[in-house]
């Protein structure tokens, strides 16, 4: 398989015909929508609820980097007070 995450993400909801005929023609890996989880972060002494968003970077099949972000909004990012960067705590199984 080829490629990287976002790229030709399509949220089924909002296909069009020609689209998704395209899509049928093509290699594509299909998941379920889910939700970002939310968090309760202390900011300036009160709680507030931010989305994480967590990422697995990867080469080759092996896990290089994990990293958790929170945020509020559409998309992450690293301006939202009492969000950015977060501890990730891996678990071996």
Same mark, same amino acid.
């Given at each position: 398989? @080829?490629?990287?995450? !976002?790229?030709? =993400?399509? +949220?089924? !909801?909002?296909?069009?015909?020609?689209?998704?005929? +395209?899509?049928?023609?093509?290699? &594509?890996?299909? $998941? @379920? &929508? =889910?939700?970002? !989880?939310?968090? =309760?972060?202390?900011?300036?002494?009160?709680?507030?609820?931010?989305?994480?968003?967590?990422?697995?970077?990867? &080469?080759?099949?092996?896990?290089?980097?994990?990293?958790? +972000?929170? &945020? +509020?909004?559409? @998309? /992450?990012?690293?301006? /939202?007070?009492?969000?950015?960067? @977060?501890?990730?705590?891996?678990? $071996?199984?």
């Amino acid at each position: 398989m @080829a490629g990287h995450g !976002s790229k030709g =993400v399509y +949220r089924g !909801s909002k296909l069009t015909k020609s689209t998704f005929a +395209r899509i049928l023609e093509s290699d &594509y890996v299909a $998941q @379920a &929508y =889910v939700p970002p !989880s939310e968090r =309760v972060v202390m900011v300036d002494n009160e709680r507030e609820m931010l989305k994480v968003d967590v990422r697995l970077y990867t &080469y080759r099949g092996e896990l290089l980097l994990a990293a958790a +972000r929170l &945020y +509020r909004g559409q @998309a /992450t990012n690293l301006r /939202t007070p009492g969000g950015g960067f @977060a501890p990730l705590l891996l678990q $071996q199984c």
